[in-house]
């Protein structure tokens, strides 16, 4: 438990725990895509998207070839939303909010571009069918008009050491997909056996469940 007179409740207390930002740090954000970031974005095969909605905030992953995200002009990029999951979480959010924020990685680089603004998602054929690959369009593209724009330090790559390949963990060490998925259901099993016989008597405990085989346990942490 935290407790809760070290909890940071104002922006005030917030500020008195950290110095002044660097000169640099403030001096790096623009409101445009300038050049240098420009290249960050055209060299970039992998991008985050936070979105915000009435379910909370959603941040998911887009990737495809280097410069998938497409420089329109200076303050307008726009990514294709080729199919997934068919979840749609950040596309749901964009309708709703269409406040959005990017966050750029390059294979091999320690600093990162981050950009913010808001966004529209468009079926225009025009615009889709420009970002064909293998002969299939993606249904809609989302197009960011940019607010904000600025580089990341490298400090946080070089501290986790992103890039270092002597670090890359073998995925076999991680739980499989069906291992995931078989976890979840049997939760979803357990607390549906167990609510089931509280409903039926509150007097009467509900029976222990045996954890799953350990192929299909919970993800455990490195």
Request: glycine share 6%; with cysteine.
């Amino acid at each position: 438990m935290i407790a809760s007179e070290y909890l940071v409740t104002s922006a005030s207390a917030l500020d008195a725990l950290y110095d002044a930002p660097p000169w640099a740090a403030i001096a790096k954000e623009t409101e445009t895509l300038i050049p240098p970031y420009q290249a960050f974005v055209e060299a970039s095969p992998y991008v985050t998207l936070a979105t915000t909605g009435p379910n909370g905030v959603e941040c998911s992953p887009r990737g495809d070839a280097p410069g998938f995200v497409r420089v329109c002009d200076e303050k307008t990029l726009i990514i294709p939303s080729r199919d997934g999951n068919n979840r749609n979480e950040s596309l749901h959010n964009i309708v709703r909010d269409p406040r959005v924020a990017l966050h750029f990685l390059i294979p091999g680089c320690g600093e990162t571009l981050r950009v913010k603004g808001r966004a529209v998602i468009s079926t225009d054929p025009t615009l889709t069918g420009s970002f064909a690959a293998d002969g299939k369009s993606p249904r809609t593209v989302i197009v960011v008009s940019i607010e904000s724009v600025y580089f990341h330090c490298a400090k946080a790559i070089r501290r986790s050491k992103l890039w270092d390949v002597t670090q890359h963990i073998a995925r076999e060490r991680l739980p499989s997909v069906n291992a995931i998925l078989a976890s979840v259901q049997w939760r979803r099993c357990r607390d549906a056996l167990q609510g089931g016989f509280r409903r039926r008597s509150a007097k009467t405990q509900p029976p222990v469940v045996a954890e799953p085989p350990v192929a299909a346990q919970e993800p455990q942490s490195l």
